[in-house]
T-cell receptor, first 111, second 115 residues
């Protein structure tokens, strides 16, 4: 069965304390891995798409990487405004454009 | 300008009632979706329409009926609401459903509470 697991469920960081969020997947055929950011009371906001192992993408303090079994979202020197829930999703071969989501990592960055 | 907009944002209703949530996108996309996010924040697809044609219909009770009058609109009608229907419903859109697929953009969500 296709599965997407994110860890940790929650993470508290001090401002400037870099860390990584993990998204591991067990799927029959990957056709894209997506990272979204969700703020309280808002819809998911698109961050990155990764298609093949070894691919990396960056945006400001965020960098997403992909291997054959997992993806990492690295946060460098985070700021309080980076606090949000980060969602990972996969698009599968034969699944059309359907996204299968993980349960998210709730990140809080404190001063 | 809001790209994917849905109304109402909040809806509180009694069990057994029928309600609708409306969604409109101004991105020029041809594919629209309804996702449900439960109390544990788990986001799961319900339906998808491409050019007004239903292409994804997950295991959803028959009480839920989507309707797409045109490519820019996808509404969700729910009959005989139950307590378990309480959740956040997100509308989304993308351009295309092909091999490469495309980024899916989400609306702000509609908070449904059934009492």
């Amino acid at each position: 069965e296709d599965q997407v697991t994110q860890s940790p469920e929650a993470l508290r960081l001090q401002e400037g304390e870099s860390s990584s969020l993990n998204c591991s997947y067990t799927v029959s055929g990957l056709r894209g891995l997506f990272w979204y950011r969700q703020d309280p009371g808002k819809g998911p906001e698109f961050l990155f798409t990764l298609y093949s192992a070894g691919e990396e993408k960056e945006k400001e303090r965020l960098k997403a990487t992909l291997t054959k079994k997992e993806s990492f979202l690295h946060i460098t020197a985070p700021k309080p405004e980076d606090s949000a829930t980060y969602l990972c999703a996969v698009r599968l071969t034969g699944g059309g454009n359907k996204l299968t989501f993980g349960t998210g990592t709730q990140l809080k960055v404190e001063l | 300008d809001t790209a994917v907009s849905q109304t109402p944002k909040y809806l509180v209703t009694q069990m057994g009632n029928d309600k609708s949530i409306k969604c409109e996108q101004n991105l020029g996309h041809d594919t629209m979706y309804w996702y449900k996010q439960d109390s544990k924040k788990f986001l799961k697809i319900m339906f998808s329409y491409n050019n007004k044609e239903l292409i994804i219909n997950e295991t959803v009770p028959n009480r839920f009926s989507p309707k797409s009058p045109d490519k820019a609109h996808l509404n969700l009608h729910i009959n005989s609401l139950e307590l378990g229907d309480s959740a956040v419903y997100f509308c989304a859109s993308s351009q295309g459903i092909g091999l490469s697929g495309n980024t899916i953009y989400f609306g702000e969500g509609s908070w449904l509470t059934v009492v």
